[in-house]
């Protein structure tokens, strides 16, 4: 092989271009690099050599005379690229192409996109900026930030991305590094601007670290004016200058010069960092063996415009080492003035080879050697991923700091003693937050005009969230509290217990004189919607605390401050695919129960699906009645029926048994003395609640209640509540208090089946709950609350929901005419637990499919949630057991089981290990410990009548079943 022509190309190439081994602008395939460029280089004019050193501005934006200029700048100046502005991607895309084509060389095309195309881009993603960023510990995350965000660039065509800003913000007041900065620590913004540029140039997208030799530490803006850095030399190399030396070694691509005044760098007085050789040339190239593409910031800016008159300031750049001229103000004239400067033997032709082969050098590495056209099908989707929202939810769960925690506030434990009221600073949006919060407990938002009365509703509670909400639609807007916030927030935490969640630049702490009556402080960084949702999971230990600031903010809070605690085992809430589900697949669901709704099988539907302890799906269908007045909101209730067996009776049952108060082999007659000699006195517990004791089915009580016309008869009933008739049936109906008795009577003394088989029965739950108002001498709605429910958090669930939510929160259940003769809302549906005053341990419980999934994933994760033990994994594990499969029977104690045979409760889709219930109205609830799923479904199907079960029929409940798993990411 003759190496002749090799040897040749890299005595002359490396002439030009500096030798390194790592030489960022050098490709692959190095000979036919060499080749391009060098015969591209030959076939230009002097005029078009120029021209590529210059990159201009362009907005989509903007009408056809703005596209005509930038067309005839192409035509006419032979620029060489341009950066993109605002605009929207479509009409980028399409002006690309249309540049791209009038371009005889192929246009270098970059762009301001710091924390994603959004910085300039409408319809395009936002990731979090510099600053939140700068609180994640784990830099493989910052590394797949810098790649999403490459991946999107490239998509769009765009070439180098401005971006990282490694500039060390050691100034608060800085007003325009600020959120783009990663911090004020030299070593972890090394490390992180590092990580951001190899993903971003993973992902074939040339990077640009910025803004040379060190933006950080100023007090004014250079698009204004001319900023000073007044450091010393030892300083700027051994601080500002630390992060470009270790990302030139490790290959960053190019290089953004700042127009700064930096004194102890350039001697002549005012002069801009950007025209200046000893910093351009001796130190950035020289000393720091940069050899990559060194930009210009834009010369338009007040910093560099100010120096001199257009042209002049770009031969000045130009002169100084840099290779791109940015934004010039007059590319015609600066043109002119560069060529004159080379007749005039001002530099010479090796000079301006050098930069514009090192320009084509990186138009043939990124590919514009064999150019393509940027495909506009299906690009508003390629730059709004499912992928994009999971890094940043992953971003934000790993940013959110903890910066005080007092006596370990967080995360919020023993809901049951908590009272939470809720304030809302600042003049953005917080509702994501709040309605967050109100998944997890009770929270009542608190406003007043005045402070003394805001204060005096505050007695009332034992914990006050406090939330700033600055707006995040970019870095540069105010973060500081107001006056009067900070009046108010000194005085509320004077005498409450107060947690401070700031969305908001952790800057804004500063604000703060003092901290000492504030227990808890959260920085959120930014006010997104998945900040917020994130963030208040946090607050309840849904997800762990892993952020540490920054940035100082104040001798309080120093940089690297950050509590870190677990997560609680609470549910979280979150994107599917985070926990390995198809979210396209899960539209099916949608569909589903649309359909569903069409076919009058329900008019109001809930749904929640959780799976590995996070909620994916949370969606509400229809309408409260086919009326189509009141949609269903997803913190409505629904009368669940019998799945009240499992939310409230069998989960008393189990704590006893774990207690050693009761067993599986306890007899009824050891439960209520009085079942001794009756033909129920033998059976057990496990039998009775397997449905494997002989008990009927159900007893339709009421009716021996009613007259000769089958409607209430006076002997039982009043309208009007006294002493005797006390027993709230509906709204207006109330019975005798003592045919409760009767009831009990009936259920003692009813005959048994004929045989032993499974034959599912109510009548277990009339017995258990007299058993457990008996042992705890309170009502079971009373017991059931303090010992379960408060404590979950489940504060939807409740018997008799109108002493607690008003009727527009709670969807009907029939509209009667067989006993009651009236529309049944907010009352229990079933007729036995309705003449228990509501109370029933078989039926009466009201709850939404939220509090129902907290119930299910308790059950899921053998009795543990929210930080607190509810009964042993053992107790779970024996209630979860089915004790006669044997006998056919699926049943495990009190839980339902899928089927033995090919019909039954579930799709057959999945293990014997899961378990559930559903109910009479429609409602289903289900867990799989195989596949860590939860599946709620609300329904209220007996509306209008009770009597077709189309929702059955149709296989709804089980068809959207199958559809989850359906969903699963093998």
Known sequence: MNHKPLILFITFFFSIIAFSQNNPLFAKDIEAQRTWVDSTYKSMTLEEKIGQLFMVQVFSDKN??????????????????VIFSKGGPMRQAKLNNEL???????????????????????????????????????????????????????????????APVVDINTNPNNPIIGNRSFGEDRDRITKQSLAFMKGMQGAGVMANAKHFPGHGDTDTDSHKTLPTINFSAQRIDSVELYPYRKLIKEGLSSVMVAHLNVPALEARSGYPSSI?????????????????????????????????????????????????LLISENVKLAVTKIAEALN??????????????????????????????????????DLNRI?????????????????KNTNQNLPIRQLETKKIAYIKFGNDDGTPFLETLKKYTKIHEIKADKLDELLLQLKNYNIVIISLHKTSDNPWRSYKFTDRE????????????????????????????????????????????????????????????????????GIQFPMGIGFQYNALSSLSYGLAESVGMDSKKLHKIDSLARVAIAKGTTPGIQIVVARKGKVFYNKSFGFHTYNNKIPVKDSDLFDIASLTKIMATVPLIMELHEEGIITLDTKISE??????????????????????????????????TLDANKKPSQKYYRNQKDDVFNVEISQDLFMRGDYQDTIYDIVRNTDLLGRVQYRYSDLPYFILKKYLEKHYEKSMAVVIQDRFYRPLGANFTTYNPTEKFSKSMILPTEEDDYYRYQTVHGYVHDMGAAMQNGVGGHAGVFSNANDMAKIMQMYLQKGFYGGRRYFTPE?????????????????????????????????????????????????????DPDEEIVYIFMANRTYPKATTNLLLKENIRTNIQQYIYDAIIK
């Open 64 to 81: 056809e005379s703005h596209k005509s200029e930038i067309l005839k700048q192409i035509k006419e100046q032979h620029i060489g690229g």
């Open 100 to 162: 791209q084509a009038a371009s005889k060389i192929p246009l270098l095309v970059g762009m301001d996109a710091e924390w994603g195309l959004s910085m300039r881009l409408d319809s395009t993603y936002a990731f979090p900026w510099n600053m939140t960023l700068g609180a994640i510990k784990d830099d493989a995350l910052i590394e797949q930030t810098g790649k999403h965000i490459g991946e999107h660039c490239k998509r769009l065509g765009v070439h180098f991305n401005f």
């Open 276 to 324: 200046s050789k000893h910093i351009v040339t001796n130190i950035l190239k020289d000393t720091l063996g940069f050899e990559g593409l060194i930009f210009t910031d834009a010369l338009n800016m007040k910093g560099a415009s100010n120096f001199s008159a257009p042209g002049d300031i770009d031969l000045a750049a130009f002169l100084a080492g840099n290779d791109v």
């Open 344 to 381: 005039n033997k001002l530099f010479t032709e090796e000079r301006l080879a050098h930069s514009v082969k090192k320009i084509l050098s990186s138009k043939y590495k990124l590919g514009l050697n064999d150019y393509k056209p940027v495909d506009t099908k299906n690009l508003i989707g």
């Open 387 to 403: 992928e994009d929202d999971l890094l940043y939810e992953k971003l934000m769960e790993n940013a959110i700091t903890v910066v």
């Open 486 to 553: 900070l009046v108010w927030l000194y005085e509320i935490s004077r005498t409450n217990n107060v947690i401070l969640n700031v969305f908001s630049n952790p800057y804004s702490l500063l604000d703060l004189k003092t901290t000492e009556n504030i227990e808890s402080i959260v920085v959120s960084y930014q006010n997104s919607k998945i900040a917020q949702e994130k963030s208040a999971q946090l607050i309840f230990g849904a997800i762990p605390a892993k952020g540490t600031l920054p940035v100082s903010s």
């Open 671 to 704: 439960l209520l003395p009085e079942y001794k000699g009756t033909n129920k006195a033998n059976i057990t517990l496990k039998t009775m609640l397997s449905h494997f004791a002989q008990l009927k089915p159900w007893i339709p009580f009421y009716t021996a």
């Open 875 to 927: 107790t779970m594990d024996e209630f979860n057991k089915c004790h006669f499969c044997i006998n056919n029977n699926r049943r495990g104690i009190g839980f339902d089981k899928p089927q033995l045979g090919d019909a039954g409760p579930t799709c057959g889709c999945l293990s014997m290990t899961s378990f559930g219930h559903s109910g009479f109205t429609g409602t289903y609830a289900w867990a």
